[in-house]
Each structure stands twice: as C-alpha cells, then as structure tokens.
C-alpha cells in the first residue's frame, strides 16, 4: 500500500510540474505575441522617405531617421507635437541616435499650402529659425477647426515675432517664387509615394507605424533599427 501511495504522490507531483511548464510556456508564447502585436501593424517599404530639401533636425550619421508627414492645419499634428514629439527628441535626437524631418502634406487645402510655402520660405531664408517658426505655426492653431485661420498675414507675423529683423517683402516673394512651390510638390509627390492617409504619420526609415500616438511603438521600431 505505501508503495501505491508513493508511486501515485510521484505521478501527483510529476503532473503538477508538468501542468506548471505548460502554464509557463503558455504564459511566454502570450508575452511574445503581444509584444510582436505593437508592431504587426506598421508597414514596411522598400526605402525610406528621401530627406534631401528636407529641413532636418539631429545628427547626420545617425542610424535612424524619423519622419512625420503633417500638416500645419491638423489638429492631431499639433497634438502630437505637443505629446509624443518632446519624448521624441529628448531620447532619440537630442542623443544623436536619430534624425528629424517633417514633411508637408496638403489635406486642408489653401491653408495647408500657404502654412507650407511659409515654412519653406523660412527654412530659405532664415533655416535657424525655421524649427521655432515650425512649432509657432502649431502654437497658433486655434482650438476651432472650422475657421479659416492660416493666413499670410497670420504666417508673417509668426516670422516677424521670431525674427525681428525680418523683410516681409522679401518673405511674401519668396513663398511666391517657383522655388517653394516645386519643394512643396516634392512633398506631395512623397506623400504618394508613401501612401501617407492621415496625418500625422509617422515612419522610422522604412517602416510607417500604423498609430503615430503608440509610442511603445514606435520606440520598438526604433530599437529594432539600432540593432
């Protein structure tokens, strides 16, 4: 009898360690796949989004290149910005881990195009005011969507404010010259290219993360570019 009473504790206390290990091994195979999950949803290209004309902000030997296709008039642009843009910056290029550009896409219309005809004029004429004219242009979204509110005038006096010795002549003419406009399509043409929907959108090198705010996202990729 004690010999039963032993061999069935042994085949108890085999079934407990082999119950644990599928436990264990269920519990590893769900961690793995929720941590592929973050990304399953970001689409990968063959290249990059190219720079070159690009205002860029950061170390140029850096690995990895962030790039957000915004618009001046997007509500979630200047939302981004504000949130995930500072994290951004501080642990990526203000490291020199990483690169920033933005790139101008045109989904409100006249507004959208008169904010990026300023920004390139700016990035001519004045390219170490052009990140603070560029953050400017957000700060002065108004919370009403609706209105017209990016404007010449408005775009002027945000360069005015930040660069007091500022020719306005010689900005209102260079946001009319064919220069800016050719820049601006090259934007739209890399808007095309990348079959950018929504702004924002976010890409790091060729990968474009499917939720610009998921920033345990985007920080994976940007982990897996470092590698």
């Known amino acids: 009898m004690a010999s039963n009473s032993r ?6 206390r085999y079934f407990v360690i082999y119950t644990a290990i599928i436990i264990i091994v269920a519990v590893g195979l769900f961690v793995i796949n929720q941590q592929s999950g973050k ?28 790039v957000e ?4 008039k997007c509500p979630s642009c200047k939302t ?11 642990e990526y290029v203000d490291s020199g881990l990483a690169t920033f550009s933005y790139i101008n896409t045109l989904f409100h219309g006249e507004e959208s195009r008169i904010g990026a005809l300023a920004s390139e004029a700016v990035l001519k ?15 002065a979204q108004p919370t009403g969507h609706d209105g017209a509110w990016l404007t010449e005038e408005l775009v002027l006096e945000t360069a ?5 010795e500022l020719d306005e002549a010689q900005l209102k003419e260079t946001m009319a010259a064919e220069e800016a406009s050719s820049l601006v399509n090259l934007d739209t043409t890399l808007v095309n290219q990348f079959n950018v929907r929504f702004t924002p959108t976010i890409m790091i090198n060729d990968v474009q993360i499917e939720n610009p705010f998921d920033l345990e996202s985007i920080r994976a990729a940007i982990a897996q570019e470092l590698e």
């Open 125 to 139: 004429l004045y390219p170490d005011q052009f990140w603070d004219f560029h953050k400017a242009l957000f700060d």
């Open 39 to 66: 990304n399953e949803g970001n689409k990968s290209f063959e290249s990059a989004p190219s720079t070159v004309a690009q205002p860029v902000m950061g170390e140029a030997e850096a690995k990895v290149s962030i």
């Open 80 to 90: 981004w910005g504000e949130t995930v843009w500072p994290l951004l910056k501080a």
């Open 160 to 164: 005015k404010a930040l660069v007091p």
């Open 7 to 12: 061999a069935r504790k042994g085949g108890s």
């Open 69 to 72: 296709f915004g618009d001046y």
